[in-house]
């Protein structure tokens, strides 16, 4: 039996679409191992959103050849789309697919012989309207799973390289959809997260389907107790979007809000859809219909023109609005974009310095948000046993809780009163300690 490693780097969407590809070789009789182990074949699904994300995607790509001089290494994805040139004078890539064509990647890895060199079948993707099938049915040692409902962007943010490497928006038919929900519904997963490249504009090119039309069927779904969804633009945030959503029991009152800057000069230069005054609307639209509600958001400290008084004004917004984790990043120019050549770039040890106290400001509203709910008795879902004896799980408002059971509790939803907010111990991210009710 030969040996099959499929890894992703970057997004969800890279995660979902590489366990999808494993998916695939599994069901012609591969062993799907670790990109660590020896493999005959590796896929290597490359993410190029930073140019640090390309030097990943090389190294890993050198170093699965080194694992194996003879396996047949397979470059695909983001970076594979926009840069097919590079990646053929990597040293051991044999094939090069980019974002579309890797339904066919079995094929394409079985034909392949050592005499054709490299293959590149990399296609133009600028004005793709097709969604590329990738399904899952199983998904090893979750408890949660991702789920791809559409591909591409079309917002063309001055900093993001995105478009360019998924094309436009895509949607993937609802039928598809939710015979996917189903199966993985009867393969025991509690909790579906809704992800795509732009989720938000699901539907927007077909005119007959929203977003909030699939979420109320994944809703009825028996089997199904959680919905998620990947990160959401606060332009989708209406009152009727909200309102509906709580009428909806297994939605989950966490919403993954994309801010960027809390600066409208700066969200301007980024080409973003929104303003800070529109953000707001849609944080007060949310905590109207969801009480608990967790909001979390990213945050790029440092952007090409940020001066002193633009970071202070978007970290102001950003205590102001009060979320319960910051994912804050120093601005990484991306060759290609049109923020790499604006002027007013800005030193990395300022970038690092804003970018850290992004982060301070983030850990104290976290453990904050956390304090809210200590004494409430709130429904877990436990994910994994991290030592023996104690499992990890969250809330439906993304509190991370450490209980203690005598019993497996891996995959069920179970009643917990939230003790302390503190540190389970040094080793752990920030969560709250759990007692079993």
């Not at 890894?7 to 494993?22: R, T």
């Amino acid at each position: 039996m030969k040996k099959v490693a499929s890894h992703a780097l970057g997004c969800k969407v890279n995660q979902y679409e590489s366990e999808a590809i494993a998916e695939l070789f599994a069901n012609k009789g591969y062993e799907t191992v670790g990109v660590d182990d020896w493999a005959d074949i590796y896929i290597i699904n490359t993410c190029t959103v930073t140019n640090f994300g390309d030097k990943k995607s090389r190294q890993l790509i050198r170093k699965v050849k080194r694992q194996n001089p003879e396996a047949i290494v397979a470059a695909i994805g983001c970076y594979a789309q926009t840069a097919p040139k590079d990646i053929e004078k990597i040293d051991g890539v044999n094939l090069i697919i980019g974002t579309k064509g890797r339904k066919d990647i079995v094929e394409l890895v079985e034909s392949y012989r050592p005499e054709d060199g490299v293959k590149n079948y990399v296609g133009k993707i600028a004005g793709e309207h097709e969604f590329e099938r990738l399904s899952i049915s199983k998904l090893a040692d979750r408890t949660r799973a991702y789920l791809k409902i559409q591909d591409g962007c079309s917002q063309f943010c001055s900093y993001c390289i995105i478009p360019y490497a998924r094309g436009p928006i895509r949607s993937r038919d609802p039928e598809d959809i939710m015979d996917e929900v189903k199966t993985l519904a009867e393969n025991g997963f509690k909790e579906i997260v809704l992800t795509g490249i732009h989720v938000a504009s699901y539907g927007r090119e077909r005119m007959d389907v929203t977003l909030l039309d699939i979420i109320k069927r994944v809703q009825e779904q028996d089997g199904v107790e959680r919905i998620r969804f990947s990160s959401l633009e606060p332009n989708i945030v209406t009152e009727e979007f909200a309102s509906e959503l709580s009428k909806m029991d297994k939605v989950c009152d966490h919403f993954h809000l994309s801010l960027q800057s809390g600066c409208d000069r700066t969200l301007e230069r980024m080409n973003r859809k929104y303003d800070t005054a529109g953000y707001t609307k849609a944080v007060e639209t949310l905590r109207k219909y969801f009480p608990d509600v967790a909001l979390t958001t990213d945050i790029i400290a440092g952007f090409p023109g940020e001066t002193d008084e633009d970071f202070k004004e978007s970290l102001e917004f950003a205590k102001k609005t009060g979320f319960s984790k910051i994912h804050a990043f120093p601005y990484s120019p991306k060759r290609g974009t049109p923020a790499a050549k604006m002027s007013g770039q800005i030193q990395n040890s300022v970038k690092n310095e804003r970018t850290a106290e992004l982060i301070k400001e983030s850990d104290r509203m976290g453990a904050e948000f956390i304090k809210r709910f200590e004494g409430r008795i709130m429904p877990v879902l436990y994910e994994r046993e991290v030592e023996p004896g104690v499992y990890e799980g969250y809330t439906t408002n993304y509190i991370r809780v450490f209980s203690k059971s005598g019993e497996n509790i891996k995959n069920k939803i179970i009643d917990t009163r939230i003790i302390s907010s503190k540190e389970f111990n040094e080793s752990k991210d920030e969560g709250a300690v759990g007692e079993l009710v």
